[in-house]
């Protein structure tokens, strides 16, 4: 069997990083054919447009994408490409695994699926500016959007997601106390659908506030967590804090037909052309692409081989205290997978 991917390399430090995840992809034996195409920077610079159409085209027929970091420019025109993906694929998922790798962190035993809700909420965009007097942003006004569908299929694919990886509790973030629709509609339907798990996956409920505080107190209590759009953003920043930062974080977007998957971390400017950056995230996020094709042996042979190059092995990238280059490091990972 041969894998259509779409590889987007993206920017900055993307290139570098994309190179030694796809040396340790086809480590795992699995063959690919890998369709290149162009977005971002890389993607202006030579076609006049962030998002070029044969970019999507190829997204459409394989399903299935790696992309790296894009540069979004600050002050000049073009909208985010990631939200862009997000809208013409209806990726409606992100999941944002967490695991402590690196000993002698802070948090030890994290070990956080976080799900969230990808495309309604106060991030739909729908905003305005009432005049009043002579001032015309005098107020201002953010509508969020949450539909009953949006929040069943949300709350559906972390349950799923918990019965397909033997976990054993989803936590239903919320703040329904005081946003009694936007929230209080997400924790109605949430609770309804655990209920077809029960015996299955157990469930509860946390408030936000209270859920961002445990999360610093108490992280091991946490399996899966489900949340919407804008409170999934910030925790899943905090989680990833947790457990060593952005070097290790992967993050999936997942729709009715097509999946997407890349690193948390930016394009990270500063380091890029060194040849120093971490490619670790995108190798986990490459691991979660296994996963959802059905690999889960070479997924987990992808993170079994990352943990012990950084733990047993102590090759390590400079943002987790080493020396090693980013070819180096993925050089050991494909060596130790293959
Ligand atoms: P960033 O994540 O690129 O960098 C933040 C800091 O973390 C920098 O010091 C960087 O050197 C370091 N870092 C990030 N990834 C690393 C890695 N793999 N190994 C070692 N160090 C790493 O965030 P920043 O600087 O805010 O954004 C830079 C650009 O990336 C912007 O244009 C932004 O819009 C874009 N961006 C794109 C994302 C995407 O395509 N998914 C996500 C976040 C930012
Ligand atoms: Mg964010």
Redesign the pocket.
Known sequence: MTLDVTLIE?D??GPE?TAETVKVLEATGLRFSWDRRLAGMAAVDTVGTPLPDDTLESIRKTSLALKG?????VGTGYRSV?VGLRKAFELYANLRPARSIVPGGRYQGVDIVLVRENLEGLYVGVENYVQVGSDPRAVAQSMAIVTRLGCERIVRYAFEYAVRHGRKTVTIVHKANILKMASGLFLEVARQVATEFDGRVASNDMIIDNTAMQLVMRPEQFDVMVTTNMFGDILSDEISGLVGG??LAPGANIGPSAAIF??????????AGKGV???S?QMLAAAMLLDHVGEVERGNRVRAALEDVIVGQNIR?R?LGGTAGTREFGDAVARRVG
């Open positions: 993206g900055g430090i990083i970091p894009l540069t979004t420019p990631n952005l070097g890349e690193a948390v971390h930016g394009s990270a400017p500063d380091i950056a971490n490619p995230a990238t943002d």
